[in-house]
């Protein structure tokens, strides 16, 4: 897998700027839970920039993502995603789901038509 966050510590430079310390990760020096850290941070950054309400700690994010389901997650349709039960409710752990896009209750192939 080649991971976006979690560069291969090999000595390598990678341009300008510090080389990455996976002994001083946040989250431990497992590669992949980086991604998934660092996918849950994005999450939650886009939900504050929609000014959408937001309670899922990294402990929910952890339990809601098993590895295969992480792996398979994207845009197409018979990718997994993450999605609200109840759209304006915010994301907690009692409003969302993981699911496979063309299966899951609320998806039409885009967003509501109040943006949110």
Known sequence: MIYKYARNITGQSYGPGRRSDPSKWIMGEDPFTREKYYAWLKHRSQAAFRKEEYSLTWDDWQ????????????RGM????????????????????????CTSKSFNGKRPANGQ
């Open 63 to 74: 339990a809601l993502w098993s590895d295969e389901d992480f792996l398979n997650r994207g």
């Open 78 to 101: 018979d990718n997994v995603c993450l999605f609200q039960i109840e759209h304006g409710d915010g994301w907690h752990l009692n409003n969302v789901a993981v699911e496979i896009r």
